[in-house]
């Protein structure tokens, strides 16, 4: 009924990422397009293979060095219900070797509706008696513009089932201040009203490290309000997006964890998925590698966050 | 670029509805599970078919009365990828019978990723150069909490394929109001704020009739602001859920019309799927009779939306 899971990884690992699985096919190398595009054609099945084959090689790669990752729907819904599929195998995939799932569905509707969403990505579907998980994620990102009726229905499954769940607090794109910087009348901003809004829902999914299940995204492309929020939302994990590509660097999210270096998971997506591609790395490697640049990319950033904290006993992360 | 071609489809059926489809399979009579059970088990294919059986059979009852569905993305995805195919599947079925289709996915995400929900939900997906729709809804809801960013995206695949969105503004539930109805330093509350985004969104999807491809979604639960917000945002129609189950009625929603009946499509999800679970339709039909109680609902509903509305030559909704 929180992240315990989670941070009980990070510190295992002594790497406090996750791994973005956002897989466009300009992402995935050509012979892995190549074969599957030879066995079901330019297709939606073909694209939703080619996905799978590719983050299972990820996957694969990471799985030893990185706790968790963090699949985004919008990239498997581009292709279909295949590419539907394959989120639904990427997300099983990745808890058989031992990996922490947060689904990055960002989803939201009113009580009855937000149940069905629970259901669907965090719990288990009832079919005529017959009890059966269709996704099953560990952790599911939602937005919480409606209150708290979207919030508590995935409260209860997240109690039910050891599942955690991630609101929008303050996004990391450009255009996240239109609304989330205003401020009301008694000065605070809406992504600190949100804020409290998570701190208040995690009350009911306490873990025995300090954080609640209910976790905030705040991202890294905004550090002063990630300091501002790590000393305001003391049982409220963050979720850290807009490091790498986005423009957001280690010293930027030094400020989302804690004394224990705790606190915070930060993501990165497109760095890891192609860096592959880059020049330095391509001069060098064979397309079929890339899942060994991805672990470069890896170890490269756990190491970069990591040298921005303090250690106790040599460890920056610790319960 | 715009709602044009559902306000026409409402103005030719002179009816202003929309029939929610939610499906659970409680909703579904008890022949069509059992066919699909013992087809395909109890499982999540055996739930997937049933949906689509009972689904098609509620379009074919519908789709010459209502000018248009609202499947909503959840109770696919609580049947997993096999739900979402059905999604899909029932999009296509009420498209060829010539339905509008809002996907009431309520998406939102930064700029990128927002890409490819507007590809999956209403684009084309490109596959090695192949264009293939992924879902090919009409419109999509989505939540506008990430700004601009999050919707310019959409905005483009709209202008290149005809296509709306249905932004939240204030929605149905009764939690709506903890962050909607809070005020900022100038005393507009949230929902104005997300209000007038929507009017700005919209000026690159102006329509003809002089509603913009950008539409609201506010609640049939608030009739007040549902009458301040039509007021104020001329360009901007609105998709009203919250009528029946939920407790609107058809006084609540005449605020959202303008003078010649247009401005707003009321939502009824579950008075539509569960008419023939009635007790007083029980004690007479058979249940393979589901799809004429749903007609029967859909008749009586828009009677009495357009009982409260004034006439022009007879009729309710005018070009």
Not at 4 to 17: A, F, Y
Not at 254 to 282: V, Y
């Given at each position: 009924m929180s992240f315990d899971r989670m941070i009980e990884k990070i510190v295992e690992l002594q790497n406090p990422t996750v791994a973005g699985l956002d897989p466009k096919l300009a992402f995935i190398p050509e012979y892995i397009k190549n074969e599957a595009f030879a066995k079901y054609g330019k297709t939606l099945d073909g694209a939703a293979a080619a996905i799978l084959e590719y983050n299972k090689g990820l996957i694969d790669a990471l799985y030893d060095i990185v706790p968790a990752i963090k699949p985004q729907a919008a990239y498997y819904e581009m292709?279909?219900?295949?590419?539907?599929?394959?989120?639904?195998?990427?997300?099983?995939?990745?808890?058989?070797?031992?990996?922490?799932?947060?689904?990055?569905?960002?989803?939201?509707?009113?009580?009855?509706?937000?149940e069905a969403y629970a259901t669907a990505h965090l719990g288990t579907t009832d079919v005529a008696g017959e009890k059966i998980e269709a996704f099953g994620a560990d952790a599911l990102t939602v937005n919480?513009?409606?209150?708290?009726?979207?919030?508590?229905?995935?409260?209860?499954?997240?109690?039910?089932?050891?599942?955690?769940?991630?609101?929008?607090?303050?996004?990391?794109?450009?255009?996240?201040?239109?609304?989330?910087?205003?401020?009301?009348?008694?000065?605070?901003?809406?992504?600190?009203?949100?804020?409290?809004?998570?701190?208040?829902?995690?009350?009911?999914?306490?873990?025995?490290?300090?954080?609640?299940?209910?976790?905030?995204?705040?991202?890294?492309?905004?550090?002063?309000?990630?300091?501002?929020?790590?000393?305001?939302?003391?049982?409220?994990?963050?979720?850290?997006?807009?490091?790498?590509?986005?423009?957001?660097?280690?010293?930027?999210?030094?400020?989302?964890?804690?004394?224990n270096g705790l606190g915070a998971i930060i993501n990165s997506s497109r760095a890891i998925m192609t860096a592959w591609q880059k020049d330095a790395w391509k001069a060098e490697h064979d397309e079929k590698d890339y899942a060994l640049a991805a672990r470069a990319e890896a170890i490269r950033m756990r190491d970069e966050i990591a040298a921005y904290l303090p250690k106790k006993n040599g460890k920056a992360f610790n319960l």
């Amino acid at each position: 009924m929180s992240f315990d899971r989670m941070i009980e990884k990070i510190v295992e690992l002594q790497n406090p990422t996750v791994a973005g699985l956002d897989p466009k096919l300009a992402f995935i190398p050509e012979y892995i397009k190549n074969e599957a595009f030879a066995k079901y054609g330019k297709t939606l099945d073909g694209a939703a293979a080619a996905i799978l084959e590719y983050n299972k090689g990820l996957i694969d790669a990471l799985y030893d060095i990185v706790p968790a990752i963090k699949p985004q729907a919008a990239y498997y819904e581009m292709y279909g219900w295949q590419g539907v599929k394959t989120l639904a195998e990427t997300i099983a995939y990745a808890q058989e070797k031992g990996m922490f799932v947060m689904t990055d569905g960002k989803r939201n509707d009113i009580g009855a509706t937000m149940e069905a969403y629970a259901t669907a990505h965090l719990g288990t579907t009832d079919v005529a008696g017959e009890k059966i998980e269709a996704f099953g994620a560990d952790a599911l990102t939602v937005n919480g513009y409606l209150g708290s009726d979207g919030i508590n229905p995935l409260v209860k499954v997240c109690q039910e089932k050891d599942k955690g769940i991630i609101v929008l607090v303050k996004t990391s794109n450009p255009s996240s201040g239109e609304l989330q910087d205003m401020k009301f009348e008694d000065e605070r901003t809406v992504y600190n009203v949100m804020g409290e809004m998570c701190e208040k829902w995690g009350e009911a999914l306490p873990g025995k490290y300090g954080y609640s299940g209910v976790a905030a995204v705040v991202g890294a492309t905004y550090p002063a309000m990630l300091t501002e929020l790590r000393a305001k939302l003391t049982k409220t994990f963050f979720l850290v997006p807009g490091y790498g590509a986005q423009g957001g660097g280690a010293a930027d999210v030094a400020g989302a964890f804690d004394e224990n270096g705790l606190g915070a998971i930060i993501n990165s997506s497109r760095a890891i998925m192609t860096a592959w591609q880059k020049d330095a790395w391509k001069a060098e490697h064979d397309e079929k590698d890339y899942a060994l640049a991805a672990r470069a990319e890896a170890i490269r950033m756990r190491d970069e966050i990591a040298a921005y904290l303090p250690k106790k006993n040599g460890k920056a992360f610790n319960l």
